[in-house]
Structures are given as C-alpha cells and as structure tokens.
C-alpha cells in the first residue's frame, strides 16, 4: 500500500508558475513510476508527466513539454511538478499516482495508487 499526499494548487494569472508537490509513503514504496495526472470538468483525466523512480528518466505530454517539468526527491520520497508558463487550458485538477507496474506509466489505468488531487486554476 502506498499513500500519496499533494500540495501546492491554487489560483494563478496565465503566464505564471506553480510547483506542485507529492509526497508518498507506505511499506511498498518506492515503485516502478510515479505521475502526473491532470482532469478538467467534463473531460476524462489525461496524462501530464511521469518519472522512472530508479532511473529519474521522465516524460511530458506534448501539451505541457518545455512549459512543465517533473522532477524527485529521494530523500524525502516526493515528486514534484514545476508548471511555468501556464495557460487558461492547464486549468484541472491534478492528481498524484505511484505504480509498481511496468508498461502503462502513460495512461491512467496503468497506476494503483492516486493522491486527492490538488486544484489548479489559471486566470486569463
């Protein structure tokens, strides 16, 4: 069982930054990939950003790349999400995952683990 905890959402202008922090605990940590997860009223929960926990090799969805940066902290079991740049459109709710599972780190059903989610509101 892993447990994740986020912080950091809230309410920012477009053009502004935020960082977005989770942090994990829990026997079975760390897992294979933690990640970014983002939902819009309306829409279905799409994939932001994911890290291989061991390695730190990550990955950005094309909508977010060069604007956001995912990045860990192993001392204190956290990943963090730095959004700059932001947009209108970035406007969700973000969700923290963890996953002991290979194969899927892209795509919301490949994670066992999801945080509250912590809600991002850009103004234009």
């Known amino acids: 069982q892993v447990q994740l905890v986020e912080s950091g959402g809230g309410l920012v202008q477009a053009g502004g930054s935020l960082r977005l922090s989770c942090t994990a605990s829990?026997?079975?940590?760390?897992?294979?990939?933690m990640g970014w997860f983002r939902q819009a009223p309306g829409k279905e929960r799409e994939f932001v950003a994911t890290?291989?926990?061991?390695?730190?090799?990550?990955f950005h969805a094309d909508s977010v790349k060069g604007r956001f940066t995912i990045s860990r902290d192993n001392a204190n079991n956290t990943v963090y999400l730095q959004m700059n740049s932001l947009k209108s459109e970035d406007t969700a709710v973000y969700y923290c995952?963890?996953?002991?599972?290979?194969?899927?780190?892209?795509?919301?059903?490949?994670?066992?683990?999801w945080g509250q989610g912590t809600q991002v509101t850009v103004s234009s």
């Open positions: 995952a963890a996953t002991r599972r290979s194969g899927a780190i892209m795509a919301p059903f490949g994670y066992d683990y």
């Open positions: 829990g026997r079975t940590f760390p897992g294979y990939a």
């Open positions: 890290i291989h926990w061991s390695s730190g090799t990550t």
